[in-house]
């Protein structure tokens, strides 16, 4: 299973453009990898979904730090809690937090007119 991980991550980056070894500033290889799985679970396991999905985190991470990343990612999964609990609430109704959304949903619709 690393094995596999450190192929599709080290593939990613050379099909990015990037080299070997240059990921994305700030972004862990397990973050990339993750991401880029289970957007080949979406989009087909192919080398062609490969470089279309490492393509797609590539310019999230250019636009999102990871830190904002992490955070949009955790509001996202906030929302997703069944429940009226005023914790959870707060995910789904405070501007701070819809801007979080709205900063990642933006990268990942341009990513996908860039990269699919």
């Not at 991550?9 to 289970?38: I, K, Q």
């Not at 999905?53 to 999230?60: V, Y």
């Amino acid at each position: 299973m690393l094995l596999a991980i450190a192929w599709a991550v080290g593939m990613a980056a050379v099909l990015s453009g990037r080299g070997a070894g240059a990921a994305p500033v700030g972004y862990p290889t397990e973050a990339l990898a993750d991401y880029v799985f289970g957007c080949m679970a979406t989009n087909g396991q192919t080398q062609e979904a490969l470089h279309r999905c490492s393509c797609s985190i590539d310019h999230i991470a250019d636009k999102l730090s990871y830190d904002e990343y992490v955070q949009a990612e955790t509001v996202l999964r906030m929302q997703q809690v069944p429940g009226g609990d005023d914790r959870i609430t707060m995910f789904r109704t405070s501007p701070w937090a819809q801007q979080m959304v709205d900063r990642l949903r933006q990268a990942q619709v341009e990513a996908e007119g860039k990269c699919f």
